[in-house]
DNA sequence: GAAACCGTATTATATGAGTAATACAGTTTG
DNA sequence: CAAACTGTATTACTCATATAATACGGTTTC
């Protein structure tokens, strides 16, 4: 069963997008892996005290972009080949990166003072 | 007159808070000093595409942190100190570095590996 | 001084996000 | 089999974002 134990909502953009890249990030550190189990929708919601409705957003969002699978009735599991996998990875940390870069060079800031920055902020 | 040039709006966050957040990395850069003249609320929304009120919203908002000053007839303009300015860099750098890390560590990388993409994605 | 700007304010509307309360059919589990 | 779960769907409501169309008074500028 997938745990989101290192997950809390933040403000700043809508949850169910907060829920699947939480789910992503976790597909690419390999904390989730083919076949496992995702909480059901209501057990989720519970665990963190949001609307049914905001997990089988997410949820459905997720299956719409083929990472998981529902079988109305059962749980939804998550599936996952070696393209997709690729594919993720390649989709979230450019993302991620370029998003950093462009907002240190706006602020006029040097690769090389990013990378310290980074350094001292890692612990 | 500070220039929209480097500026496109994106979809993902509120227009107003994208503003605020680009004039706020161009203070940070230098590129925004004090007692610079802001396009009018008119003019920058048809330069942007967006509606007089958004402008507004942004510029309300930038003046109850204090960054503008609006005189009512004229023009409003930049008002910056030098402590002001620490402020600032310190606010928006720490919040950038520390969300990109807090992303890099739950995708599972490792320091050395987002320094290594960061050089590689700068050009 | 008059026209053309400026900041400010008001009211109305549309959309998306999130909540709330249900309902129904399929699957597990005892 | 029956109870307790699942996924799925529907309708209604609140709130923030963004748009739209004005209006009023102050400042520049010619």
Same mark, same amino acid.
């Given at each position: 069963?997938?745990?989101?134990?290192?997950?809390?909502?933040?403000?700043?953009?809508?949850?169910?997008?907060?829920?699947?890249?939480?789910?992503?990030?976790?597909?690419? !550190?390999?904390?989730? @892996?083919?076949? =496992?189990?995702?909480?059901?929708? &209501?057990?989720?919601?519970? #665990? %963190?005290?949001?609307?049914?409705?905001?997990?089988?957003?997410?949820?459905?969002?997720?299956?719409?972009?083929?990472?998981?699978?529902?079988?109305?009735? !059962?749980?939804?599991? @998550?599936?996952? =080949?070696?393209?997709?996998?690729? &594919?993720?990875?390649?989709? #979230? %940390?450019?993302?991620?990166?370029?998003?950093?870069?462009?907002?240190?060079?706006?602020?006029?800031?040097?690769?090389?003072?990013?990378?310290?920055?980074?350094?001292?902020?890692?612990?």
């Amino acid at each position: 069963m997938i745990s989101f134990d290192g997950f809390t909502i933040e403000d700043g953009s809508p949850i169910y997008l907060q829920i699947i890249l939480y789910i992503k990030r976790c597909i690419i !550190a390999g904390t989730i @892996v083919d076949g =496992d189990e995702l909480p059901s929708r &209501r057990v989720l919601s519970a #665990l %963190l005290g949001v609307n049914p409705n905001t997990i089988q957003k997410a949820y459905r969002l997720l299956e719409d972009e083929g990472l998981i699978q529902s079988h109305s009735g !059962a749980k939804s599991c @998550v599936v996952l =080949d070696s393209r997709t996998l690729q &594919r993720l990875r390649a989709e #979230l %940390l450019e993302s991620d990166i370029k998003n950093i870069i462009s907002a240190m060079k706006q602020t006029g800031l040097e690769k090389e003072e990013v990378i310290s920055l980074i350094k001292k902020y890692w612990e």
